[in-house]
């Protein structure tokens, strides 16, 4: 056993957020990607992030103050060396992720465990060519991580025994629920979410209903913090959509077949909070700004949206 | 008699070594960072001896605690030749439910009674186990006592420890009130009897401690009556950042309003209240009182408030008991601000009590003393309180009679 110390590779909302979670549990995190200028701008967003829990009594300066110590900023792939545990939340595609394992695994002592963020590819399919299998395992965090108290974890085929129970006390660490699933595409929350955000922008752009209507019909009638649009645009609309055309081409299933409302979304720009304006538009402190859900005619009307 | 005293929290261990004979602090120190990068003990020879930093890995409490016996013993920071000098140890432990009343030698039976009152003290009990645990696997000779803060006010009566809920919640979850900072109520009941120089037995009393947190505590022959926390030290007297009494409608009011989860409103109402909230400035009270009164608007009306408070309750506390003879203050704040004692204590002739406003202003940083007018009636006396040594006493008391 030794002490902790998390890397994380990766600065997206859920790499933010990983990092945001693991220093609040105590424990050093390294924040790695390739560029200075995107750590930089990643830890501004984390900033911001505690900032308005502090508006919302949910951390105190101080506390915010002692979790940003906590956290560190690389460029060197080396720092996970030293790592206990090695988290991939790089942008999806196969290829990349697979050599990061292969070079990981290179460096870092065997005892190390390596945890994949992604629900899209399966942990075996990643473990491929590593000469430690055995240590990488699935965890698919949910955005925002330090507020969704559910992982889903999933072991490949050469999955060990002891990492998996490593991965499950990582999980007590963060207080995350632990929903063991097999490795599969899309997991559980992935695979059940895309076909329902799918239909709700199907009804919309038939001009069923409203935005707002369609979240709150979703969010007051079943009993969800959030309507499907409402959550999409925190997702991020654009990973959204290559989610669902990876499950298409798995699963040949329909279901995951993008409406066409997503696709001209993504084609516009239209990613959800992080570009300020998805189903909903958004303020630059990223809360949405009231009545401004989408209506199909935004989309259609020439220039209507690089105006705002 | 060497007795070593333990508070072992989620990432830190603070011990204190005593010499019984003459009850001397030997050493003492606090381990920090246990299991995340950059832990050390900061460690000092005696009570006030120089500080020394070891900046050491430190894997979890048995390697903590292990580092600690070290210590003890090594030729540079030590104090004892040998291990075998430390007689027994004793823990401090947050809560012990309703199934303890007094500090008692840890047994299997008594480990697992700590464990089934993890559900009141999630981030302190799982904590102390961990050192008791690691002790234990150390040293697994050396005799352990553990003292609680709850157990001194396990004398409280049902009238006084419920609340106005269904009945079934009491029955089913132990939902009630327990107290806390029992051991430190305790010390300085003792200690005020003996400066009275009158029987524990005869006495009725009420303890004001101020601290981080604050409770107070009225105390009839030596026993808690009544006590300002309750099921957790949320409730009662404002404190630095926590609310104390509110109305629990207020809550569901602003959780509703912002849409606050439980652990936010959780926060606002252990982190952000208190005087920190109404000052908006601090939550130190030494801070609100610096200047004082022309600082702040909203520091005087912290201090007000805070003050308040306990007026408030040595009110009810005197007709709980029917009468006082003596009011204790202790704690950081209790024993160091002349300002607080001096609001609460206005205007207070008709229940008896008078302090003297150059006693007041002079008996702090350590100091202990009567701080009353010759008339009053009701005695008011600053008392530093050393829960430590009470623990370590405790342990020497229970280990004697084996």
């Given at each position: ?53 502090i508006a919302?009594w949910?951390l105190t300066e101080g506390e915010?103050k ?243 | ?178 107290g806390f900072h029992?051991?430190s109520h305790?010390f300085v009941s003792?200690?005020v ?12 009393l009420i303890t004001i401690h101020l601290g981080n947190g604050c409770s107070i505590c009225a105390i ?6 009544e006590t300002s926390m309750g099921?957790t030290p949320l409730e009662g007297l404002i404190m630095g950042t926590r609310s104390g009494d509110i109305d629990p409608?207020v809550i569901?009011?602003i ?10 409103v959780d926060n606002l109402l252990n982190k952000h209240s208190g005087v920190l909230g109404i000052s908006a400035e601090s939550s130190d009270l030494r801070d609100l009182e610096e200047g004082w009164p022309t600082r702040s608007e909203r520091a005087n009306l912290a201090l007000d408030a805070y003050s308040h408070r306990i007026k408030k309750y040595v009110g009810a506390y005197m007709a709980v008991l029917?009468?006082c003879?003596a009011i204790v203050w202790t704690a950081g704040v209790g024993e160091n601000s002349p300002i607080v004692r001096s609001i609460v204590c206005k205007d207070l002739g008709w229940l008896g009590v008078e302090i003297d406003p150059v006693l007041n202003d002079k008996t702090w940083r350590g100091a202990e003393g009567d701080i009353s007018t010759?008339?009053a009636k009701v005695r008011n006396f600053v008392i530093p309180t050393n829960e ?15």
């Open positions: 056993m030794s002490q902790k110390l998390v890397v994380v590779f990766g600065v997206g909302p859920v790499g933010q957020g990983l990092a945001q979670a693991v220093a609040a549990s105590g424990c050093d995190v390294v924040l790695v990607d390739e560029t200075a200028d995107k750590l930089l701008e990643s830890m501004e967003k984390i900033n911001q992030a505690f900032d308005s829990e919302r949910g915010k002692a979790i940003l110590n906590r956290i560190r900023t690389s460029t060197d792939l080396k720092e996970a060396s030293k790592a206990s545990h090695v988290i991939e939340t790089i942008p999806e595609g196969l290829d990349a992720k697979r050599d990061l394992f292969r070079k990981l695994d290179a460096i870092c002592p065997p005892e190390t465990l390596f945890i994949s963020n992604s629900a899209t590819f399966p942990v075996t399919d990643l473990a491929t060519g590593m000469k430690h299998p055995e240590r990488l395992i699935g965890m698919h965090f949910l955005n925002p991580v330090r507020k969704t108290p559910v992982v889903e974890v999933s072991r490949g085929t050469h999955t060990s025994d002891a990492m998996l129970e490593n991965a499950k006390r990582f999980a007590k660490m963060l207080e995350k629920t632990v929903i063991q699933v097999y490795e599969y595409p899309g997991l559980v929350t992935t695979r059940v979410f895309l076909p329902m955000l799918n239909q709700a922008a199907k009804v919309l752009n038939e001009g069923i209903a409203g935005c707002e209507d369609i979240d709150n019909a979703m969010k007051l009638g079943f009993g969800l913090n959030m309507g499907p649009f409402a959550l999409a645009d925190q997702m991020g609309i654009d990973a959204l959509l290559s989610w669902m055309e990876n499950l298409h081409h798995e699963t040949n299933d329909n279901a995951f077949l993008p409406s066409k409302l997503i696709r001209k979304m993504v084609r516009a720009g239209l990613n959800g909070i992080k570009s300020g304006h998805g189903f909903y538009r958004y303020g630059t402190d990223g809360r949405r700004i009231e009545g401004s859900g989408l209506s199909i005619r935004d989309l259609s009307a020439p220039g209507a949206i690089s105006k705002r | 008699m060497i007795i070593l005293v333990l508070n072992c929290g989620s990432s830190s261990i603070k011990y204190q070594l005593f010499n019984m004979a003459d009850q001397s602090v030997m050493a003492k120190g606090l381990v920090q960072r246990i299991g995340i990068a950059g832990s050390n003990i900061v460690h000092r020879k005696g009570d006030d001896g120089p500080k020394v930093t070891i900046n050491t890995e430190i894997l979890d409490h048995k390697d903590g605690i292990r580092k600690v016996f070290d210590l003890l013993v090594s030729a540079e920071n030590g104090v004892i030749k040998s291990l075998h000098e430390i007689e027994a140890a004793g823990h401090r432990i947050v809560h012990g439910g309703d199934k303890f009343s007094s500090s008692v030698l840890v047994t299997e039976d008594v480990l697992q009674a700590i464990r089934d009152c993890v559900v009141f003290a999630p981030l302190h009990n799982p904590a102390h186990l961990k050192g008791l645990e690691a002790v234990t696997e150390i040293l697994p000779d050396l005799k352990q006592v553990v003292v609680f803060d709850t157990a001194f006010h396990q004398t409280m009566k049902p009238e006084a420890f419920l609340y106005g809920i269904p009945y079934s919640f009491y029955e089913k979850e132990r939902i009630r009130r327990y029992g051991t305790r003792r200690r009897a003996q400066l009275l120089k009158r029987p524990l037995e005869e006495l009725k009839d022959k030596g026993k808690s009556v099921h409608a569901l009011h959780m509703r309003r912002y849409e606050l989860t439980p652990h936010e029917n009468g003879d010759p008339k430590e040594l009470v623990i370590a006493e405790d342990t020497l008391g229970i280990i004697d009679k084996l």
